[in-house]
Every structure is written in structure tokens, then in C-alpha cells.
């Protein structure tokens, strides 16, 4: 197991390239089992979810070939059953199971257990493939999905009590491609993720309309083909490096990013006095720390509204931001574990109901610290970039799940991490 050690007080400049997006590329790799065809994706990341995701689709009988970020996938002879020691692995996982009912009239794939962010149910994703014909039982900690004479289109309302479901809409959204009929998702997830799966499945031959709005239209087709695809880039990989460049930078460069994904990243940095300038393509950003930087209030919310993906990161950032920063996690109302970390190196927060309230201070210092999920542990690099001496990140498996390189990618900016054997 690593860890990785952060040598505070580097500054950040320079550039990097961004990655692919994780989000993006995990449903797309699962949308790939709806055709025997071969299917290319590029600009796939190299990390351990991705791997995972390769794993199932292999054990499910798929061959795949990864080189250069580019997967080739071939899905000839199927099995329907997701193996439970892949499947627990990632919770992910989960967006198997609408391509395999659709394409087989069967899935099984283990229930996901507890997750450290929250209570992640998937009452949305049954509830919207029921919709579409599907029977569901549960037998041995297995969801079992069977739809023996083929799924039929319907209308479906997917909002839940957090909102829309990103995944359970790509579920939904993957199972109608091949469905007969229309169907109809309203309060749909309008993430740029769906959208990026919703044009593979189109350039698949899928007919879908409305993918990135609230309410998306599927003419379902008897069969999908083959496709080449490249993943838009990873919104939350730029962002986070965005907070490290406000927290420690003198000027970085982001290359490869989207502007239009990152227009509540951008206002929430410029509300806390950064500056943030985008070439005319808005495919490269530059952050620039302010001189006078000050504490904001956020609240995330479904896409276009502040991701719950960035709300560690910037709870890191306003760490150390004068002033008072009040931050509402409505998606996840318990994903606030890097408090607890953050304030072992000194930060001043409270955590109530779903909410942080922050007091920046001075400067954090650094103390041993635990990971415990992907975007925790991000947050506590970017916690240990400035503080006072060397911060020892344990469990650094957390970020290598979704950060390509990303020991790699702070070296180019110039910060002195390690990464070492625990
Ligand atoms: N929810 C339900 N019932 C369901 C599904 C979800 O009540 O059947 C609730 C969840 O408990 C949560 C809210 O709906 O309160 C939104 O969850 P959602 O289903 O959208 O989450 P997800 O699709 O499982 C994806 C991302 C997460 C990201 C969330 C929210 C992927 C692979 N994962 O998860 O990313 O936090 O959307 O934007 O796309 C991460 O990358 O670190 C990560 C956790």
C-alpha cells in the first residue's frame, strides 16, 4: 500500500494536460457490452476504477485490449452474472446492469454495499428499469433483473429525494436503447457525463434525444453497432487542480479542459478571489491565486450547480481562506470525513447537518492523515501543499482510483511529493 509524501510550501507553475474523464468513461466501457461489435473509446484514464471496470467486462466474457488510454472492447458471448469480487470493488459497477438486461433479458449483479460518502441506494435504477418491463428479486445479496421477452418503452420519473441519479440515468438511458417503443426520462441527471454516454450510444446507433436536460427521449432500435468514441475531459480532475492552483499557485496552465463543464468551479474560485482566464476555445485555463482571497459560501447541487465531487476540495481551499465559509452538501449530506482529518492539521471546522462551517486560518501544519475516499484524500493534498512541514497521506489507493498520475502531475508543477511503500 503507498502513501504519499507532500513537503509543504512549494509553489505551483507551469502546465499540465488533463485526463480523460473517469465519471464519464465508466458507463461508456459498460455501454459497450450492448453490441457484439467492436467498440474503440480513447482518452480512457489510467485508474484503478477504470481497471476495475475493464476486469468485470473481461470476466463477463468480453475481450479488451487497453494501450495508450485507447480500450478496444469486443463483447461477443456474454454471461449475465457480474462476479461479486469485482463488483464489491466498485460501486460503479452498478451501470452493467442495464446494458446486460437489454441485450441478454437477464443481469445479476451483487447489491452495493455501504459507502463511506453516504447511503447510496438504487431504488432509482429498479425503479426505472421496472418501468421498462424488467421483474427484480433479491437472492443472495444479488440484484436479480430478468426480462425474458425483451424491455418496452415507458415513462419514467427518476427524481429522488437527493435529486437526480447520474448512474441510474445511464442505466435507465442504456436498457431503453434497445427497448421497444419510446421512452421518456424525466428529472433526468443533465451531467456532461451523460451527455458524453448518450453520443457513444447515438454514434452506436441508439436514438436519443435530450441527453444533458431534464428530460430525455429513447426510440428504441432492435440492435446497436459497433463505435469509436473519445471521453470529454475530466471536470473533476481540473477543478481539483484549479483549488490546488488558487491554494498554491503562481500562474498554472490546464490544458485539455472544458470551460462549459466548469462554470460553477470557476465562479465559486473567482467568488473567493482567484482569477480564472480561458483561451477563446476555452479548452485551456490558467488560475492565478488572488491577492486578497476570501471566504464564500457553497452549496452543491446537481449539475449545472456545484458538484458534491468538489466540495472536499474547496472545503480544503477555504481552509486556509480568510474569513467565514459556510458549505452545504445536499447530494451527500455525510461526505464531510475530511473535516475530521483536515482539523488534525489544525483547521478550524464544524460539521453539523450536512453542513461545514469554516474559519480560515492562518496556515494548516502538517500531521499524518488518513484517506477515506477519492475525493477526501484529494482535498488532503491539496490541504498539504501549504501547510508547515510534511504531510504523510495514508491509503493513497483512495486517489489512485480516480487521479490519473496525479504524484506525477504535481512534480510537473513543481511540488515536492513522494510517493512511497507504507
Ligand atoms: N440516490 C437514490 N437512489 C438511487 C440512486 C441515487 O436515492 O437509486 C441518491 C444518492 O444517495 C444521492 C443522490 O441520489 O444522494 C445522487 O446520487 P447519484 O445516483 O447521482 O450518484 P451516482 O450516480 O452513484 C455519480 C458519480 C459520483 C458523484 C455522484 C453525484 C460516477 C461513477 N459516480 O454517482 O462520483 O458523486 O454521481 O454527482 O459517475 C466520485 O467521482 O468521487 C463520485 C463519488
Redesign the pocket.
Known sequence: MDKLLVHGGATLRGAINISGS??AS?PILAAALLTADDCIIGRVPDVSDTNYMIQILSALGASVERASGTVRISCGELAVEAPYELVRRM??SICVMGPLLARKGRAVVSLPGGCV??????????RGLEALGAKVAFEGGNIILTAPTGLRGANVDLC?????????TDNVMMAATLAEGLTIIESA?A?P?VLDLANFLNAMGAKIEGAGTRRIVIEGVSQLHGAQHTVIPDR?EAGTFMAAAALAGEGVTLRRVCRDHLTAITAALVKAGHRVDYNPAGDVCTVHRGEDPQGCDLVTA?YPGY???MQAQMTALLATTPGLSVIKDT??PQRFMHCAELKRMGADITVDNGTAVVRGVAQLSAAPVMAS???ASAALVLAALTAKGTTAIHRLYHIDR?YEHIDEKLLLLGADVERVRD
Open positions: 473517469k465519471n465508466l460501486r460503479a460518502i453516504g447511503d447510496r441506494p438504487v431504488d432509482l435504477h429498479l429522488g429525494s437527493h435529486g437526480p441519479t447520474v448512474l441510474g441527471a451531467e457525463e473533476i446537481p458538484p458534491t465531487d447530494i451527500f475516499d477519492l475525493r480516480g
